[in-house]
């Protein structure tokens, strides 16, 4: 995927799947674990929303600002830079998180299990030459 991808149209097709079959979609999402994040525009102040992969350990939930590997972080990693509370819809369940931008080895260590995982996110971070964020989203 480049930027040229035509993500919003993708994702649109993906959140009324996920709201129509209780959190599950197919297509490139088929069988993986999806959380629609809330953002809020770093500039605009509009909210988006957008469907991401994410790692559960326990009650904590990861999400990868990999956008398949291309140079540029997401836009979506942005917003939460700038409007870190915000809410996710996952399954059936909608609440309220704060963004929390991982760094150093705890940042590296969920990098790891999301890559044990999901074998395709250690593709992303080789096929970019920027470090992957990794953000956990606490429950308010």
């Known amino acids: ?3 040229s991808f035509d993500f919003d149209g993708m994702n649109r097709k993906v959140i009324t799947e996920f709201r129509a079959n209780g959190g599950k979609a197919g297509g490139m999402f088929e069988g993986k ?3 629609l994040v809330h953002n809020i525009g770093a500039r605009s102040g509009v909210e988006r929303i957008t469907p991401l ?3 559960a350990e326990g009650d904590r939930i990861f999400i990868f600002a ?3 590997g291309v140079d540029q972080n997401p836009a979506w990693y942005h917003n939460l830079l700038a409007n870190p509370n915000i809410t996710v819809e996952l399954g059936t369940e909608t609440f309220a998180v704060v963004a929390r931008v991982l760094s150093g080895a705890e940042r590296d260590e969920y990098c ?3 890559s044990a995982v999901q074998p395709q996110f250690a593709e992303y971070q080789r096929n ?3 470090v992957i964020p990794v953000i956990e989203l606490v429950r308010v």
């Open 1 to 3: 995927m480049t930027d």
């Open 33 to 35: 674990p999806l959380i």
């Open 53 to 55: 992969v994410y790692l």
């Open 66 to 68: 990999s956008k398949a």
């Open 112 to 114: 790891a299990k999301q």
């Open 128 to 130: 970019t030459s920027r």
